[in-house]
Every structure is written in C-alpha cells, then in structure tokens.
C-alpha cells in the first residue's frame, strides 16, 4: 500500500517538473551528460563519470526527474537498481516529460553492464 502511494506521488510530483522550459539550456546540456555516460557505461560509471552525474544530480536548478535520472546512472552496478528502474519508469509514465527524456530512461531502466548497439545508436541520434 505505502509503495503504490510512494510511485503515485513520484508521478504526480514529476508532472510539473519536466517542462519544456525546465529542458532548456542547462537541462539539455545535463540530459546529454547522461546519454553521452550511458552510452560508454561499461558494467558501471567511470569516477569522472560518477564527478560529473553528482554536480547534476545537486543542481537544484534542474528538474528532479532528470536528478534522479543521473542518481540512477550513477548508482549503476551492471544495471540499475529497483528504485533507479522505478524512477526511469515514472518518468516514463510523466505525460509532462519530453519524449528524449522517456526514451533515456527506458535506456537507462534496461541497460544491463553496457548499452546494446541499438541503444548507443539511438543515444547517437537523440543527443548529437
């Protein structure tokens, strides 16, 4: 009972938190930091990596799905962890979240100790 509220108010929060606006500049610049990890993710981030995922995850400035979008990657042992991939799939499910940002988290919520080709490709072309 307390976990279904849990993810029903995780939804309900990131509704507001992922406008288009929110994605402009420093946003975009954060959204491709994490494709750019994920995309040479090998079994987990590098420490650089992990640097970098932790000054946009406490970059109050930026939307919390996409905090949490860089806690998840930079939690990454091999795969994500159940809360990194229930995060991914709220974001996911936010209406509000544009669509690179879902198809990130999907990438990130499947990985499994590295991006398929598929996924890098996808990656390459979402976030030139």
Known sequence: MIKTLTKSLIVLMLGGLF???AMAQDGASALKTIADI???????????DKAA????????????????????????????????????????ANESAPDRAKELAGIIASLNHVASDDAK?????LFP
């Open 19 to 21: 406008s288009q606006a």
């Open 38 to 48: 994920v995309a040479s993710i090998n079994h987990y981030p590098s420490d650089a």
């Open 53 to 92: 995922l932790a000054e946009i995850s406490g970059n109050d400035s930026l939307p919390q799905g996409l905090r949490n979008m860089a806690d998840t990657v930079a939690n990454i042992s091999h795969a994500a962890s159940a809360d990194g991939k229930e995060a991914m799939a709220a974001i996911q």
């Open 121 to 125: 490709n996808r990656l390459a072309e």
